[in-house]
């Protein structure tokens, strides 16, 4: 970083300034998957989120990011959307389907106290990226949804458009073992799919990922080779085990010194070792279950641990509200 | 205390509409839903003392209706009579009584009651108006309105006692007539407003009354019948199937869940790729059905078409091209992922994968999945070629055996776990194996479910039986046994699994000997153990059939230990309680409780202990033997001359008889194991110990005359007990 910016001071910043070509607001989401991620900034943002940055760690969903799971406790409201790239090592498939990753983004909008027109908004927003609701079917299907790993659970569903699952549409109920109140509203869109769908292209290496030639395979089809050969081939397994265990008493030693969010982050590792783990294949049906449940005692630890510290400064502000 | 309802005014009954409109219902919950608005409705109805006419429940996706027909304007006035304690009782009685009431001490009327001056409480409740009823009514049915998985919602939420909704509830129609019954319930308030089709109409709809809310819906795209929306899926479906010259292969879980996904369904037929189809009919079903709720169709010879039919909830501007281009798009996805599983897999064989077991832990005391494959293949081998049961090639099981769990690391079965079993029959299929190794992989699991077909093919039966042993004897070995509502290694259906395979083939296992072939030595408790949780499951399986639970311990001990064969307590049960089920049966069981009474009360052991005394165990073992014969029948006359040393009456006399030909004639169908025959040698006895019971006094003044007769009733105890051990039979 250091490094970095001592090179940017160093460069000649006229022709820097001179070759800049001022931002272009007629986005083009129908032609361009980073088009298509900026309209949905720009209307999230005018409805009145918080355009975060994705979290800085290897995590399997969007929900891990603190955004989303530390700020679905408490009674504060929290209007936010991000992208956030998604690590699924077990769908990995060498590049070689068109439709799995193991690497991808979700885009994220969470919603606290989910407001009354949620699903107005959700709608309007596909829309803004070019899908038309009496051209496509959408349809809300049930789907709950439940991650014992963050002691947490929803009711919501998947949004289909044309048979596709493009958004998981969730109202969380409890977070980290606590009844979330109030409740938040959070939508998952699942961004390749939806780009894929929007573009009609078959293969996710064929999006265009802007509109001046430069496709998505050429960003990550390399990526997903290699990685897919080290999620599932490579991996050292004692040493995954061992980085593992070294999470889990990471986790526990922030807590130890009342650092939640260090020991969320914790938490979060081990649920990204614990998925090499899998994807390696060296973890068993009854095993699973075990890991599981460690992985699910830190990150509730974690919150639990967030909500104590908290807690006090937000029945103070709200005196409606209780843990 | 009686309580007196006076009819309800008769006035030109008027139609009362609710509608609840809320966020998309799930499809699974519709029909409860339905039944519970209908209940609750009822409930308040009856409570208010409103009689109702015809009720109809619709549901969509977005809300659920209710029309009642022909309710009065007004409840009339109600006498309510309470009937209290009587006149010079207890004062306390008397404040608890009006405090009950809710009426003054001074407002009491004194009736006369059978001559007694008795206290009366007079209520008169008014009339009330239908609408201020509903009003009350509509917040009370969506407050106890119970859903499967309810939820809470928006800036209330800030307190978990906010209301609670399947998913969030945005709108209330509330008409009597064409009237607005007023209400509000956490912030949502009636009115006459409701929402078309979420994209095919916009703005408001006002509703007038019951009968032009289906009429307006219906113009705003919405076919609020949910029937009527299955008909046009059902028959929508078949159409399309047939213009493209298919044939539908029926769903009627998809038409109901997919008319639950739509207000204005429109079947489109759509094709994938004929490619897709080299891979098992049922992956391309199960993708089809269960993940995208799309209707499959068959060509003419019944073999599956490269056809798929969607139900889409809009009348596409282009007739719906998009939607189905789309849906083919996301089914040819997952099919590909299908074929890719289906290529990869097959590169190697069965037995190839089978190596991938021993890197899967199958529980962590129980070591691997390779490991238990090698006890199960044992189990198999040792079931067909030393207990016969089934009779078959215990190679072939054995092979079977050892193949059974190679599928579980095949692609394919991780990502359709369901599909366990039968991936593994068509990959053994695909590479050569005989076809009865095949179909054992393939049914092994079998049966899953109480209405599961049960295997009956010799090798399937032997594998499948020993996967179910090995799953039940490995738990139990470390101390895990389902608890109340929890049995996560589903040891429960294993059990149930079990039976019905002895059942259906009717298998005589020794269950010592399986323990000690599963083992490879004596385990020393855990053949007990497994029969009785059996035996268990065997009481929730026949209860159904009458067959009690007492009835099954009555008839599981055999020669004076727990029976280790299974399908013999059954037989015996059965029998019981079909016995039991008769005249004489029922009559025989109180004529034994009332001997076993006497013979606890006197605490007389009776003859049973004599003969043990002689080293003797049973003197009737060797009746049928010719050759022993003579010298029985001299000692059974001997014991009898011996204890005799009075004239019986004509009643005991009888007794004797009857016990001297049916106690050896049901020792003879037991050892036969003709469990009817030994309940038809019992029932013999009925009309003795009936007679003797009656004419006979057990409790003689003379000593040697009572303790005959206290020998007597032992030695029908005995007899029975030979037959089933009634003192566990209960009532």
């Not at chain 1, 990526?223 to 593992?244: G, I, P, R, Y």
């Not at chain 1, 599981?292 to 005196?319: I, Q, T």
């Not at chain 2, 917040?139 to 499967?148: E, G, L, N, V």
């Not at chain 2, 004489?584 to 004599?610: M, P, Q, T, V």
Request: net charge negative.
């Amino acid at each position: 970083m250091t490094c970095h910016s001592h090179h940017m001071r160093g460069a000649p910043l006229t022709v820097f300034y001179a070759s800049a070509i001022a931002p272009r607001m007629d986005r083009n989401p129908q032609k361009s998957f980073q088009d298509m991620i900026l309209a949905l900034h720009d209307f999230w943002s005018a409805n009145g989120c918080l355009i975060l940055q994705p979290y800085d760690m290897r995590m399997g969903a969007g929900t891990f990011h603190t955004a989303t799971t530390l700020r679905a406790l408490g009674p504060e409201p929290w209007n936010a959307a991000f992208v956030q790239p998604c690590r699924r090592p077990t769908d990995g498939r060498y590049g070689e389907n068109p439709n799995r990753l193991q690497h991808y983004y979700q885009y994220q909008v969470i919603l606290k106290p989910s407001p009354p027109d949620i699903q107005d908004l959700y709608l309007k927003s596909l829309s803004v990226i070019g899908i038309d609701p009496l051209k496509h079917d959408i349809r809300f299907v049930e789907d709950d949804w439940e991650s014992p790993t963050l002691g947490a659970w929803g009711l919501g569903w998947e949004v289909w458009c044309d048979g596709m699952e493009v958004t998981q549409f969730t109202y969380f109920q409890q977070m980290g073992g606590f009844d979330c109140k109030p409740v938040a509203g959070e939508l998952t869109y699942g961004l390749e799919r939806l780009a894929m769908y929007i573009q009609g292209v078959d293969s996710v290496y064929d999006l265009a990922f802007n509109d001046r030639g430069v496709s998505y395979g050429e960003v990550f089809l390399e990526n997903e080779k290699q990685m897919s050969k080290w999620n599932f081939e490579v991996a050292e397994t004692d040493a995954l085990f061992d980085l593992f265990n070294k999470a889990e008493a990471e986790c526990k030693n922030a807590l130890a010194h009342n650092v939640p969010i260090a020991a969320y982050e914790q938490a979060v590792e081990a649920s990204h070792i614990f998925n090499l783990l899998q994807a390696r294949g060296v973890i068993s049906v009854q095993e699973r279950a075990s890991y599981m449940g460690r992985v699910r005692d830190l990150a509730r630890g974690s919150c639990e641990a967030h909500m104590e510290k908290e807690a006090p400064a937000w029945a103070e502000k709200y005196p409606e509200w209780s843990k | 205390m009686g309580r007196e309802i006076s009819g309800v005014v008769e006035m030109s009954g008027s139609d009362f509409l609710l509608e609840l409109r809320s966020e998309e219902i799930p499809a699974r919950m519709q029909a409860g839903a339905r039944a519970e608005l209908e209940k609750l409705f009822r409930r308040e109805m009856d409570a208010a003392g409103v009689t109702t006419g015809e009720i109809t429940v619709w549901s969509t996706p977005r809300r659920l209706a209710l029309i009642a027909r022909d309710l009065p304007q007004a409840t009339e006035a109600v006498s309510e009579e309470l009937k209290g304690p009587p006149v010079g009782a207890p004062d306390q009685a008397l404040e608890g009584f009006c405090r009950k009431a809710g009426v003054d001490k001074a407002d009491l009327e004194i009736r006369d009651v059978k001559g007694r001056e008795t206290y009366f409480a007079v209520k008169n409740v008014p009339g009330r108006a239908a609408r201020d009823l509903l009003a009350d009514a509509i917040p009370a049915i969506i407050r106890d309105f119970s859903w499967p998985k309810s939820m809470r919602w928006g800036a209330a939420s800030i307190s978990t006692e906010s209301l609670r909704w399947v998913r969030p509830l945005s709108g209330i129609v509330a008409l009597l007539g064409d009237d607005v019954v007023e209400c509000e319930v956490h912030g949502v308030t009636s009115g006459a407003v409701t929402l078309g089709h979420r994209f095919h109409h916009s703005g408001d709809i006002t509703v007038g009354n019951a009968d032009d809310y289906a009429v307006k819906l219906r113009a705003a795209h919405v076919i609020v019948d949910h029937e009527e929306r299955q008909d046009l899926i059902r028959q929508g479906a078949a159409k399309v199937a047939t213009e493209a010259g298919l044939k539908l292969v029926e769903d009627e879980g998809l038409v109901i869940e997919n008319a639950g996904l739509t207000e204005w369904p429109v079947p489109l037929l759509g094709r994938f790729e004929e490619d897709f189809l080299e891979v098992p009919p049922e992956t391309i079903q199960l993708t089809a059905r269960v993940n995208q709720k799309y209707f499959v169709c068959e060509d003419e010879a019944g073999k599956l078409a490269n056809a798929f039919i969607c139900t889409a909830n809009i009348e596409a501007e282009d007739g719906g091209a998009r939607v189905v281009d789309g849906n083919r798009k996301v089914l040819a996805a997952r099919l590909s992922d299908a074929r890719f599983f289906w290529d990869v897999d097959r590169k190697k064989t069965l037995a190839q994968h089978t190596k991938g077991l021993e890197r899967i832990t199958f529980h962590e005391k129980l070591g691997t999945v390779a490991e238990k494959v090698d006890r199960v293949a044992k189990l198999a081998d040792w079931l067909v070629f030393d207990a016969k049961a089934p009779n078959g090639d215990h190679k072939l099981a054995r092979q079977a055996a050892e193949l059974s769990k190679a599928d579980l690391v095949t692609e394919m079965v991780g990502e359709f776990p369901e599909l366990q079993g039968l991936m593994g029959g068509y990959y053994a299929k695909a590479e050569g194996l005989p076809v009865e190794v095949s179909e054992a992989i393939r049914d092994h699991y079998k049966p899953v479910g109480a209405s599961d077909e049960v295997p009956t093919a010799p090798t399937t039966v032997a594998v499948s039986l020993a996967d179910k042993l090995d799953n039940l004897l490995s738990f139990f070995r470390i101390g895990i046994l389902p608890t109340g509502s929890k049995d996560p290694f589903a040891l429960r259906r294993a059990a149930l699994g079990y039976l019905r395979l002895v059942q259906a083939n009717e298998l005589k296992l020794e269950l010592d000997q399986v323990v000690h072939a599963w083992a490879s030595q004596r385990v020393a408790g855990l053949p007990e153990k497994l029969g009785e949780f059996l035996l268990d499951r065997l009481a929730v399986q026949l209860r159904d059939e009458g067959v009690r639970h007492d009835y099954i311990q009555a008839s599981r001990s055999w020669q004076g230990r727990p029976d280790m064969r299974v399908d013999r307590v059954e037989a015996r049960a059965r029998a019981l309680a079909a016995f039991l089920g008769t005249e004489d049966g029922a009559n025989l069981l109180a004529g034994y409780k009332r001997a076993a009474n006497i013979l606890k009360k006197e605490d007389w052991h009776g003859a049973e202990g004599e003969i043990a005394r002689t080293g003797e165990e049973d003197p009737l073992a060797l009746v049928d033997d010719p050759d022993m014969k003579a010298v029985i029948d001299a000692k059974m006359s001997e014991r009898h001359a011996k204890e005799l040393s009075y004239t019986p009456e004509p009643a005991e006399k009888a007794l004797m008889d009857a016990l001297a030909t049916a106690e050896p004639a049901a020792a003879k169908a037991i050892a036969a194991e003709d469990f009817s025959a030994a309940m038809a040698a019992l029932a013999s006895l009925r009309a003795p110990i009936d007679r003797f019971f009656d004419e006979v006094t057990v409790n003689a003044e003379e000593e040697n005359k009572r303790a005959h007769r206290l020998d007597l009733l032992a030695a029908f105890r005995t007899a029975v007990h030979k037959v089933a051990d009634f003192s566990r039979i209960e009532g």
